[in-house]
């Protein structure tokens, strides 16, 4: 028991050195070893589906598989927009504009047990981009010059709606998630504010109930998780694409 609790207690700072990534909507860069506990103020309204803050940006009304090529090998996952519209759209697009080929897997935590691998940081496609400032970059719009965020976006069990730029935690719901953090969950990485993912995303290799609440899940790998368990820090994403579902993704016409 000791040993189990030791364990999370040590997954619980990997968390924060690992899980967390991307660049401040407020616009510093986040030390990837910001904490993972809710900071943000109770008092703060979860955001709407319907908010300036979802207007314009991807959405997937419904499912989409991706496939994801590493060392040869094919990752198949479904990515889940009936449960996570605007986490899932947000993804598919990049997919679909080619933001994931050539992107490196910059941290993969397999210590004192299996944790996730994350990757996505647009800067990793460069060679020689200083591996250590990994985990710091998001994508940036090419309409728009800026980076682009996503809210945090997570449906409770039983609701009709996801909540909003809020952790459950910080809006008072006790109940699970819909999509949890199973082994092979896909969720997107952020830094300490609740609205700060962008491109970063992680992959989990064992279930990992404490993030539950806490990070937004938006799919799970349905083929090829034995390549998920073979990735390697430094290991580049040969190609990303999708194979069903395209027609799913509901884009700005200006973006």
Same mark, same amino acid.
């Given at each position: 028991?000791?040993?189990?609790?030791r364990?999370?207690?040590?997954l619980m700072?990997?968390?924060s050195?690992?899980?967390?990534?991307?660049c401040?909507?407020?616009?510093?860069?986040?030390?990837?070893?910001?904490?993972?506990?809710p900071t943000q103020?109770?008092?703060?309204?979860a955001?709407?589906?319907?908010?300036p803050?979802?207007?314009?940006?991807?959405?997937?009304?419904?499912?989409?598989?991706?496939?994801?090529?590493?060392?040869?090998s094919?990752i198949?996952?479904e990515?889940?927009? &009936?449960?996570?519209p605007?986490?899932?759209?947000?993804?598919?697009?990049?997919?679909?504009?080619?933001?994931?080929?050539?992107?490196?897997?910059?941290?993969?935590?397999r210590?004192?047990?299996?944790?996730?691998?994350?990757g996505?940081d647009?800067?990793?496609?460069?060679?020689?981009f200083p591996?250590e400032?990994?985990?710091t970059?998001?994508f940036?719009?090419?309409?728009?010059s800026?980076p682009?965020?996503?809210?945090?976006?997570?449906?409770?069990?039983g609701? %009709?709606?996801?909540?909003?730029?809020? &952790?459950?935690a910080?809006a008072?719901?006790?109940a %699970?998630p819909k999509?949890?953090?199973k082994?092979?969950?896909?969720?997107?990485?952020?830094?300490?504010p609740?609205?700060?993912?962008?491109?970063?995303?992680?992959?989990?290799?064992?279930?990992?109930?404490?993030l539950d609440?806490?990070y937004?899940?938006?799919?799970?790998?349905?083929?090829?998780?034995e390549?998920?368990?073979?990735?390697?820090?430094?290991d580049?994403?040969?190609s990303?694409?999708?194979?069903?579902?395209l027609?799913?993704?509901? &884009?700005?016409a200006?973006?």
């Amino acid at each position: 028991m000791l040993r189990t609790l030791r364990q999370w207690l040590v997954l619980m700072v990997v968390t924060s050195a690992i899980v967390l990534g991307g660049c401040s909507p407020q616009g510093g860069a986040q030390s990837s070893a910001a904490s993972p506990s809710p900071t943000q103020t109770a008092s703060t309204p979860a955001t709407p589906a319907s908010s300036p803050q979802t207007a314009g940006l991807p959405r997937l009304n419904g499912t989409a598989t991706v496939a994801l090529v590493v060392k040869g090998s094919t990752i198949t996952a479904e990515i889940d927009g &009936t449960n996570a519209p605007i986490t899932a759209g947000n993804f598919v697009d990049l997919v679909q504009r080619g933001v994931y080929n050539g992107l490196v897997f910059h941290r993969v935590v397999r210590e004192p047990q299996p944790f996730v691998v994350q990757g996505g940081d647009p800067q990793s496609k460069n060679p020689n981009f200083p591996p250590e400032q990994l985990g710091t970059g998001s994508f940036i719009d090419p309409a728009t010059s800026q980076p682009r965020y996503v809210p945090l976006e997570i449906l409770p069990v039983g609701a %009709k709606a996801p909540v909003y730029s809020k &952790t459950f935690a910080e809006a008072g719901i006790t109940a %699970k998630p819909k999509l949890t953090h199973k082994r092979g969950a896909l969720a997107m990485a952020r830094s300490q504010p609740p609205d700060s993912a962008s491109s970063q995303f992680y992959i989990t290799l064992a279930d990992i109930n404490f993030l539950d609440g806490n990070y937004a899940v938006f799919g799970y790998v349905t083929q090829g998780m034995e390549t998920v368990d073979k990735i390697q820090q430094g290991d580049r994403i040969e190609s990303a694409k999708i194979v069903k579902g395209l027609e799913n993704l509901k &884009t700005d016409a200006k973006s």
